[in-house]
């Protein structure tokens, strides 16, 4: 028997603005809210426990210092790669320069608090 990723959290500073953003980027709806003030977005008609990982955006006062050490990598299912990138900077998606040579075959993008994530080229089949 193995584990599975069933979701991610992500701290943040205004969790309803990065639930919208997030929400658009993975086309993920709501699917709870927490006492805290975290929200908890999945696919549609799915929510916790499905094929994909849920993503909670939980509040935090806390400011982020250095590097994350866990992104989160994208892929287009629906479009090519550039269309993609158009769409998620129409998102409020913004690059972000980590050290990459120009040379590679992905975007590095940061979401609306900073948060860095890569957009890849190769498209996958929607679930």
């Given at each position: ?49 499905g094929a ?32 993609e990138l ?42």
């Amino acid at each position: 028997m193995a584990s599975r990723i069933s979701e991610l959290v992500l701290d943040c500073a205004d969790p309803e603005r990065l639930a919208a953003f997030w929400g658009e980027v993975l086309g993920y709806v709501e699917v709870g809210r927490e006492e805290d003030g975290s929200i908890e977005i999945g696919p549609p008609g799915v929510g916790f426990g499905g094929a994909q990982p849920t993503l909670v955006l939980s509040p935090s006062g806390e400011p982020r210092t250095g590097k994350l050490r866990l992104h989160i990598d994208v892929n287009a299912t629906d479009r090519d790669q550039d269309a993609e990138l158009e769409r998620l900077l129409a998102l409020g998606a913004r690059p972000v320069d980590v050290g990459q040579s120009g040379a590679e075959d992905w975007h590095v993008l940061a979401d609306p608090e900073g948060n860095e994530f890569c957009l890849l080229r190769r498209r996958l089949k929607p679930l």
